[in-house]
T-cell receptor
Framework: GAVVSQHPSRVICKSGTSVKIECRSL??????MFWYRQFPKQSLMLMAT?????????EQGVEKDKFLINHASLTLSTLTVTSAHPEDSSFYIC?????????????FGSGTQLSVL | AQSVTQLDSQVPVFEEAPVELRCNYSSSVSVYLFWYVQYPNQGLQLLLKYLSGSTLVKGINGSEAEFNKSQTSFHLRKPSVHISDTAEYFC???????????FGAGTTVTVRA
């Protein structure tokens, strides 16, 4: 089946630095990718939707200058957390919209645990 | 907008016992419904989905869920659980022409021997 690779799986950084998270669709072209954030014991909250070659659409309350999303190719989307602070510590998950056979499906990455010190 | 409520945050269960995870949704339009499972330190995997047709859908691990439109529910059931079923389970909903998912808060299932 289709695979979405998310890297890194875990990252620890100092407050004020920027962190980039990559999401790759390994064997299919993903025209749309979604970025979610998950706090401990809570649900996934959609942050933004990115379409290849265009600007990301951010959900209400998500700072687009803080969470930079780039979807430069059909197989790669990146999320950069700029000037990270401890409150940005969270689990970030990407998902990609792609086809498995004739069906369109959503495929999820394995997530990135970000810890900001 | 759509929303999902998972009524149980934690469900402890003994091995080989049945389990039911409750999910209710609200939406002003027709929706598609999903159950995802998240094993420790992993991403989400799709267990099953309801798009249309038969209201009883089967999952990949012996689970099943029934769509009940009148009660706006999509409860997940498994007749006999294993230790390996210990995980976080999420119910999710989306409308037909939009791939954005709205998730419930999740239910932690802990299976004990």
């Amino acid at each position: 089946g289709a695979v979405v690779s998310q890297h890194p799986s875990r990252v620890i950084c100092k407050s004020g630095t920027s962190v980039k998270i990559e999401c790759r669709s390994l064997d299919f072209q993903a025209t749309t990718m979604f970025w979610y954030r998950q706090f401990p014991k809570q649900s996934l909250m959609l942050m933004a939707t990115s379409n290849e070659g265009s600007k990301a659409t951010y959900e209400q309350g998500v700072e687009k200058d803080k969470f930079l999303i780039n979807h430069a190719s059909l197989t790669l989307s990146t999320l950069t957390v700029t000037s990270a602070h401890p409150e940005d510590s969270s689990f970030y998950i990407c998902s990609a919209r792609g086809k498995e056979g004739v069906w369109e499906k959503l495929f999820f990455g394995s997530g990135t645990q970000l810890s900001v010190l | 907008a759509q929303s999902v409520t998972q009524l149980d945050s934690q469900v402890p269960v003994f091995e080989e016992a049945p389990v039911e995870l409750r999910c209710n949704y609200s939406s002003s339009v027709s929706v598609y419904l999903f159950w995802y499972v998240q094993y420790p330190n992993q991403g989400l995997q799709l267990l099953l989905k309801y798009l249309s047709g038969s209201t009883l859908v089967k999952g990949i691990n012996g689970s099943e869920a029934e769509f009940n439109k009148s009660q706006t529910s999509f409860h997940l059931r498994k007749p006999s659980v294993h230790i390996s079923d210990t995980a976080e389970y999420f119910c999710a909903v989306r409308i037909s022409n939009d791939y954005k998912l709205s998730f419930g808060a999740g239910t932690t299932v802990t299976v004990r021997a």
